[in-house]
């Protein structure tokens, strides 16, 4: 038989495990500082921070790494032209194929990626620093599809649709990010007449 006292002790236990048990999706105090630290630790080059504020870098490299997928259309490594064919991995880095995953460093979202009739942009920054002439330019793009290379009246491969949802502070984290990584020259696999993109 159980007495008072045990079952007194059980309520206490139980109520213990639902205070402190988490609750659903809610959002933790340090949520953001887990993001900016997750977003430092997969970014796969290493980042210019100075002038930047490190914790929107950090935000957005979890924005661009995490949830974006902008990885998987801005970074292309031909392996063969005339097919089409290509990985966003290192040789031997693909996950899809088992292996331990290596993000192809030499072309990080440098575009190249074919779609049909389009290819993905590079968006790296430019000798300035800048990614798209700048963040106007940027917020444009997310927020409207903006073509700034005028082949259409809007991007059509990029989901600018779904991104566009974004918060402001959002969109700013994206955009540091992006201006604290490499430049990369022109676009990997085509020729280019922008050879001094990345010269000052």
């Known amino acids: ?24 999706n809610a959002a933790q105090p340090n949520d953001d ?5 997750i977003g430092f630790a997969i970014a796969p080059v290493p980042l210019d921070l100075k002038g930047k504020n490190r914790a929107m870098v950090g935000m957005g490299s979890y924005l661009v790494n995490a949830v974006g997928g902008c990885n998987d259309c801005h970074t292309w490594r ?5 097919a089409g064919t290509g990985s966003n991995y290192e040789v031997g880095g693909d996950p899809f194929a088992g292996q331990t995953e290596h993000i192809y460093i030499e072309g990080y979202l440098a575009g190249g990626r074919p779609f049909g009739p389009f290819k993905s942009r590079n968006i790296t920054p430019d000798a300035s620093g800048q990614v798209a002439d700048g963040f106007a330019t940027f917020q444009k793009i997310i927020r409207h599809g903006f073509d700034t290379e005028g082949i259409t009246p809007v991007l059509q491969v990029m989901p600018w649709p779904v991104y566009r949802n974004m918060s402001e502070h959002d969109i700013q984290a994206i955009y540091e990010y992006l201006t604290s990584i490499p430049c990369v020259e022109g676009t990997p696999g085509e020729k280019t007449n922008d050879t001094h993109r990345c010269s000052n």
């Open 1 to 24: 038989m159980i007495g008072i006292g045990s079952v007194a002790m059980l309520g206490l236990a139980v109520g213990g495990f639902f205070s402190f048990s988490p609750r659903g």
């Open 33 to 37: 500082e887990s993001k900016i630290q």
């Open 78 to 82: 031909v392996i063969d032209a005339a």
